[in-house]
T-cell receptor, first 118, second 108 residues
Framework: KAGVTQTPRYLIKTRGQQVTLSCSPI?????VSWYQQTPGQGLQFLFE???????NKGNFPGRFSGRQFSNSRSEMNVSTLELGDSALYLC?????????????????FGEGSRLTVL | QQPVQSPQAVILREGEDAVINCSSS?????VHWYRQKHGEAPVFLMI?????EQKGHEKISASFNEKKQQSSLYLTASQLSYSGTYFC?????????FGTGTSLTVIP
């Protein structure tokens, strides 16, 4: 079974630009969640999509958005990039939705997209 | 609401044991544990869903004390391959929170 695939792996942008990152989950997984990882803040939850619907959202500004397609592939977009957006963006897929207060499904992570904002 | 892990960093010699703790100020309903090696994606180790539950994964095991809002990860007879950053994670409200992370280095 192929793992979670994220593209691009590395990218460099300048302040004010926008960026779109892509994530292809493991076949059969309908939940895709996104995380931002930085040395200072650690791993921070961005949002989760399940069956094309955003189910949960972390404490990030509206510049961070995402969507999920019918084949479960997901994209996240960051508009008006700021220097502080430089980070490793990880996506994870799961066979189960993050629901209620009990997370029953393990998360399978992709290698991440490393974004540098200059 | 981010869980706090302790210690922040630990260095072990091969064969030594270690304990990593994960504490939450909010109620814990389930706990995930992941390991991330440098430059790689986090890899799932185990989930504990019930208070009092203990699980094992090779020489790595974990416990979950729901009342104390704590979980501990036990690494016994550590191997070089155990090096990496360990994260606990839990769901709270509408978010999934990862802990602050513990860097573990095993040296020969």
């Amino acid at each position: 079974k192929a793992g979670v695939t994220q593209t691009p792996r590395y990218l460099i942008k300048t302040r004010g630009q926008q960026v779109t990152l892509s994530c292809s989950p493991i076949s059969g997984h309908r939940s895709v969640s996104w995380y931002q990882q930085t040395p200072g803040q650690g791993l921070q939850f961005l949002f989760e999509y399940f069956s094309e619907t955003q189910r949960n959202k972390g404490n990030f500004p509206g510049r961070f958005s995402g969507r999920q397609f019918s084949n479960s592939r997901s994209e996240m977009n960051v508009s008006t990039l700021e220097l502080g957006d430089s980070a490793l963006y990880l996506c994870a897929s799961s066979p189960l939705e993050i629901q209620g207060r009990r997370v029953a499904g393990e998360l399978f992570f992709g290698e991440g997209s490393r974004l540098t904002v200059l | 609401q981010q869980p706090v892990q302790s210690p922040q960093a630990v260095i072990l010699r091969e064969g030594e044991d270690a304990v990593i703790n994960c504490s939450s100020s909010k109620a814990l309903y389930s706990v995930h544990w992941y390991r991330q090696k440098h430059g790689e994606a986090p890899v799932f180790l185990m989930i504990l869903l019930k208070g009092g539950e203990q699980k094992g994964h090779e020489k790595i095991s974990a416990s979950f004390n729901e009342k104390k809002q704590q979980s501990s990860l036990y690494l016994t007879a550590s191997q070089l391959s155990y090096s990496g950053t360990y994260f606990c994670g839990t769901f709270g409200g509408n978010q999934f929170y990862f802990g602050t992370g513990t860097s573990l280095t095993v040296i020969p």
